[in-house]
């Protein structure tokens, strides 16, 4: 089974810092790496796909880089709206299986 | 606008059946793949598996013997079963779509919290 790992579990930011998560992958999955946003007491919501491709209707200050085992999701100018919960997830096994990581918490410094 | 809505009992009893129903409007779910998504409280997020329009499914190894998805075209509907439930199922559940077998989840339910208790 391919295990996903996230750094870090949690972060403090304040608002207009510039915030880096990482995600990775216990072995290759390309770029079958995907990332969502998710508020509590609401459903996830797809933020970049394939790794690096901004979901339709995601502000640009989001965006995502890395292929093969390491990834991650940049936030350029952190916004009042972006403390949440964030998580990774990979769709590269054969036969398929989505697996998330663990998720990171962006809270309010 | 799509929108997926998930129906089903709140309480489930330790060695029942957790049976659970998305509604789909605003898309046809004879196209795309239907997922089953799950998250313990205050927990990570857990995929159960899918279902295509056509029937063919995938699940997780981990609940595999113990989950059935099936679609229901007629109704625009697609439904979980889980089996021999436990408190470790307790979790807020969600319906979601995705475009692939490989793509990513790209609309969701707003989620049903199903507990299991006695």
């Known amino acids: 089974d391919i295990q996903m790992t996230q750094s870090p579990s949690s972060l403090s930011a304040s608002v207009g810092d510039r915030v880096t998560i990482t995600c990775r992958a216990s072995?290759?999955?390309?770029?079958?790496l995907n990332w969502y946003q998710q508020k509590p007491g609401k459903a996830p919501k797809l933020l970049i796909y394939?790794?690096?491709s901004l979901q339709s209707g995601v502000p640009s200050r989001f965006s995502g880089s890395g292929s093969g085992t390491d990834f991650t999701l940049t936030i350029s100018s952190l916004q009042p709206e972006d403390f949440a919960t964030y998580y990774c997830?990979?769709?590269?096994?054969?036969?398929?299986?989505?697996?998330f990581g663990p998720g990171t918490k962006v809270d309010i410094k | 606008q799509v929108q997926l809505q998930e129906s089903g009992p709140g309480l489930v009893k330790p060695s029942e059946t957790l049976s659970l129903t998305c509604t789909v409007s605003?898309?046809?779910?004879?196209?795309?793949?239907w997922s089953w998504i799950r998250q313990p409280p205050g927990k990570g997020l857990e995929w159960i598996g899918y279902?295509?329009?056509?029937?063919?499914?995938n699940y997780n190894p981990s609940l595999k013997g113990r989950v059935t998805i099936s679609v229901d075209t007629s109704k625009n509907q697609f439904s979980l079963k889980l089996s021999s439930v436990a408190a470790a199922d307790t979790a807020v559940y969600y319906c979601?779509?995705?475009?692939?077998?490989?793509?990513?989840?790209?609309?969701w339910g707003q989620g049903t919290l199903v507990t299991v208790s006695s």
């Open positions: 979601a779509r995705g475009v692939g077998p490989r793509t990513p989840i790209d609309y």
């Open positions: 605003g898309a046809s779910i004879s196209t795309y793949y």
């Open positions: 279902v295509h329009y056509s029937g063919s499914t």
């Open positions: 072995q290759s999955i390309s770029s079958y």
């Open positions: 394939a790794a690096s």
């Open positions: 997830q990979q769709s590269y096994s054969t036969p398929v299986f989505f697996t």
